[in-house]
């Protein structure tokens, strides 16, 4: 199994500032995932970050927007940036051990004023 | 990946088995029926996955019909903590993680 720790778990925001959520497994992984959560919806994959090189987005999110760091192959960086209200949502990071069973942290829940 | 369609609720008296269906008419052959669930303000959590054995873990059930164009996750004796929003996901199982497609999921409230 894998033990997902994300920070902060939860923030309060200012328009326009940007955010950096940090993501902690205590597994080496090459693949970790960032999911949103919009309220009341479901997940939305943003991007896939390997270790070395530049992140994977998804449709519809974009890299000067959703910045991604991989310094490592137990760490990652997801930075919200110039943000607004409909920023406001849950941002998770996930990672497979295996390929059974994904695992999730337990999310940061972002609102922005 | 394959599209799932699952109703968008369901109620459940505690103690007694939950029923969530799941629609997969274009399943194709080496994709896999995965479910996981989310808890109130938590993570998804993995429960089961299967191709086209039925599959049981200390969690629950999983049926799959013989044509794979649908499946039953099973949850034998409803308990309260079981009151979650539960998704199906249709996904092939090959070298290297992969992203998981999340559709709206089944909303089961388990009742007293």
């Known amino acids: 199994s894998a033990v997902i720790s994300q920070k902060p778990s939860r923030d309060i925001c200012q328009r326009g500032t940007s955010l950096t959520i940090q993501c902690q497994v205590d597994?080496?992984?090459?693949?970790m995932f960032w999911y949103r959560q919009q309220p009341g919806q479901s997940l939305t994959l943003i991007a896939t970050?390997?270790?070395?090189?530049?992140?994977?987005?998804e449709s519809g999110f974009v890299i000067d927007k959703f910045p991604i760091s991989r310094p490592n192959l137990t760490f990652s960086t997801l930075t919200v940036s110039n943000m607004s209200p409909e920023d406001s949502s849950i941002y998770l990071c996930?990672?497979?051990?295996?390929?059974?069973?994904?695992?999730f942290g337990q999310g940061t829940r972002l609102t922005v004023v | 990946d394959a599209k799932t369609t699952q109703p968008t609720s369901m109620d459940c008296a505690e103690g007694r088995a939950a029923n969530l269906p799941c629609n997969h008419s274009?399943?194709?052959?080496?994709?896999?029926v995965y479910w996981y669930r989310q808890i109130h303000s938590q993570g998804p959590q993995y429960i089961i996955h299967?191709?086209?054995n039925n599959e049981t873990n200390e969690m629950a059930s999983l049926i799959i019909t013989e044509d794979r164009k649908s499946s039953t996750l099973i949850l034998p004796h409803a308990t309260l903590r079981d009151t979650a929003v539960y998704y199906c996901?249709?996904?092939?199982?090959?070298?290297?993680?992969?992203?998981?497609?999340f559709g709206q999921g089944t909303r089961l409230t388990i009742n007293p």
């Open positions: 996930s990672v497979e051990l295996s390929f059974t069973e994904a695992f």
């Open positions: 597994s080496q992984v090459t693949m």
């Open positions: 970050a390997n270790q070395g090189s530049e992140a994977t987005y």
């Open positions: 274009t399943i194709s052959g080496n994709e896999y």
């Open positions: 299967g191709l086209k």
């Open positions: 996901i249709v996904r092939a199982k090959i070298q290297g993680a992969q992203k998981l497609v």
